[in-house]
């Protein structure tokens, strides 16, 4: 995150709305005893929240917290991250002895296919995310790679059509080769004797 920071990358972060999701987002992008960044880290946390759960009536799931300690304590020091009250409440859940506390957490995946990316997408809008259209150096560079892969698949086209008739003996030529080099997969001696036929 430092390195890709300091040349100017931004990185979005998505995330389970849960303590691990939302503790692992906040440190990407927070110094702590164990690292310091030195370069402001270019941060946007996208990941999934209460109030996205409850516009989409995600289903959430019971998450146990084998712990004394509330385990949302740690985002009351979060000054600029912040957790609301009601979803420390939801994660957080109700304190039992057996179990601990007893708290919620909703997955990316209680999301269908078709939610995430309506989803993903308001996101990318909220935060100002545009398609990319690379310089002129880049887009020349690009143009003739397209151009080499246009004409590749065209030429394989044409070959596909001429359908060549399968030798005689392939199957003895590819043990034969095999014996002779044992390294070799079957399908790179099967190109390798097509080579040589062609």
Do not use: C
């Not at 110094?31 to 030195?38: H, I, L, P, T, V």
């Not at 304190?95 to 990316?117: D, H």
């Not at 008739?165 to 997969?185: F, H, I, N, T, Y």
């Amino acid at each position: 995150m430092d390195e890709l920071s300091a040349v100017g990358v931004t990185i979005l972060i998505v995330h389970d709305f849960d303590i691990a999701g939302l503790s692992i987002a906040h440190w990407l992008w927070h110094d702590n005893e164990r690292y310091r960044f030195k370069h402001r880290p270019r941060v946007i946390d996208l990941g999934l929240r209460l109030d996205d759960v409850n516009k989409m009536g995600l289903q959430s799931e019971e998450h146990i917290h084998r712990q004394r300690k509330d385990p949302t304590d740690k985002f009351l020091d979060w000054y600029d991250d912040e957790v609301t009250e009601e979803e420390a409440d939801f994660l957080r859940g109700a304190y039992s002895p057996y179990k601990r506390w007893v708290g919620k957490r909703v997955e990316l995946n209680a999301m269908t296919s078709r939610q995430f990316i309506n989803w993903l997408e308001k996101k990318f809008k909220q935060v100002g995310v545009k398609k990319v259209v690379p310089d002129k150096k880049t887009l020349a560079v690009a143009w003739q790679r397209a151009v080499a892969i246009a004409k590749a698949r065209e030429i394989i086209e044409e070959v596909k059509e001429e359908q060549p008739p399968v030798p005689m003996g392939l199957e003895k030529k590819v043990r034969d080769m095999l014996k002779r080099k044992p390294a070799l997969s079957w399908d790179t001696a099967l190109a390798r004797i097509a080579d040589k036929l062609s």
